[in-house]
């Protein structure tokens, strides 16, 4: 998706694109093209985002530790402040303004949507990454919660077992 260049929003009917996409997001390491929708709305002093998009992702499960393909899907809508050129930067005199709390754009610049959508993508990956509900962890993994087990308790456990017969 190539960057759209701000003022030019205005110009739209609606004040509104709409990107219909199917493309490899750079930096997201995507089984399939992200696919979906976004739809970029100029609201005078910020940019209304919401997108639409679905991938699938190998991703390596945090128990069994095997790979496995999830559907990521986003749906969301967020602000971006257009902010103008503040003369109040330059004298050092500075307010905190609401637009310093959120993201913020130059009014006169550009949005990226590949890069909004990578790091809307990349916020909503599974913070816990288990491959399904039954998956069990791998054995040597299992064999750490038994020290019985562990080869280097195996000698003293025979002469254990000789002192008690
Ligand atoms: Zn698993």
Known sequence: MEAIYIPQLLKLPEQTETITFEESVEGLDSLTPVRGTM??????NFLEVSTNAETIMTLVCDRCLKNYNYRLSLKISEMIWLKNPSPSALTGEREIALED?????????????????????SLNMPVRQI??????????QQEQFHPSLDSRWSSLAAIKKQFEQ
Request: one cysteine or more.
């Open 101 to 121: 709390l959120f993201e913020s754009i130059p009014i006169n610049g550009y949005f990226e949507p590949s890069t909004w959508l990578y790091e809307q993508l």
């Open 39 to 44: 739809i970029i709305a100029h609201r005078g």
């Open 131 to 140: 491959c399904s509900q039954n998956c069990q962890p791998p054995k040597y």
